[in-house]
């Protein structure tokens, strides 16, 4: 019988990859965290918005209905990414496996959850489209303006926000190993407290007029890449960090 041990062993097997394609088999080994849950949480949304728009239209409401909805499994994958920090790192220590080969694994078995998941919600779209919102004008995934740009367009923008919650995820579990939930909570205060600083100084300069219309210059597309680039930058620190993580 082959044991778990087995099966994650480090031993070349002549492919370079193969180590990091071990740790995404191990992430993966969890389905709940990566696949059932994450399909859960949308699919949960996506009923219970479907339900408020059949009330407010039998109610006699006019008019195109639009939700948030679909951002549900986003938040989700920052609880992914704790978990698959906070779930696999020491037994990948046990196997031999290297910090950088744990993390390569770990982002590569989130891309492809976010694959999935980014895929769901471009059909969602999609056939929303086709039917009119479902004909009763009711949208949950196709909003119009992370569509603007169509449908690979609208699939990257929810493929990258959700890598970018689950980075943020896993270096928060990495912050929270390395040293403790005191100085966990105190970044996370510090995060909170410099978004309000940045909402006071823009208050304060009657600016909101302006940061408003660069979100519009710029759109959804543009708003992507510039959270790609923010997913890189984060992607380093929580490796640098991990590194600097004791077994």
């Known amino acids: ?20 394609l071990g740790v995404v088999k191990l992430q993966f080994m969890n389905t709940q965290t990566f696949v059932w849950v ?24 006019e008019g195109p209905m639009f939700s948030g909805g679909s951002q549900a499994p986003l938040w989700y994958f920052a609880v992914v990414g704790a978990q698959a920090m906070n779930l696999t790192y020491y037994f ?13 694994g ?57 890598m970018l919650t689950f980075i943020l995820g896993f270096w928060f579990a990495i912050v929270n190993k390395r040293f403790g939930p005191l100085i966990l909570t105190t970044v996370l205060i510090s995060i909170a407290l410099l978004l309000l600083g940045g909402a006071a100084l823009v208050s304060l300069n009657s600016a909101w007029s302006d940061v408003w219309m660069w979100f519009v210059e710029t759109q959804s597309l543009g708003l992507t890449l510039w959270a790609l680039g923010v997913c890189a930058v984060l992607s380093i620190g929580s490796y640098l960090t991990l590194r600097r993580l004791t077994s």
């Open 1 to 20: 019988m082959t044991t778990a041990a087995e099966t994650f062993s480090p031993q070349p097997t002549g492919h370079s990859r193969s180590r990091t």
């Open 38 to 61: 994450p399909v859960l949480v949308l699919g949960g949304a996506w009923l219970a918005t479907l339900l408020i728009y059949w009330i407010i239209s039998a109610s006699g409401v």
């Open 92 to 104: 990948s220590q046990a196997m031999s496996l290297t910090r950088g080969e744990f993390y390569l």
């Open 106 to 162: 770990s982002l590569a078995a989130a891309a492809i959850s976010a694959l999935g998941i980014s895929t769901v919600f471009v059909l969602l779209g999609l056939l929303e489209r086709a039917t009119d919102g479902y004909g009763i004008n009711g949208y949950f995934a196709y909003l119009p303006w992370i569509w603007a740009e169509g449908p690979f367009a609208a699939g990257l923008t929810y493929f990258v926000l959700t």
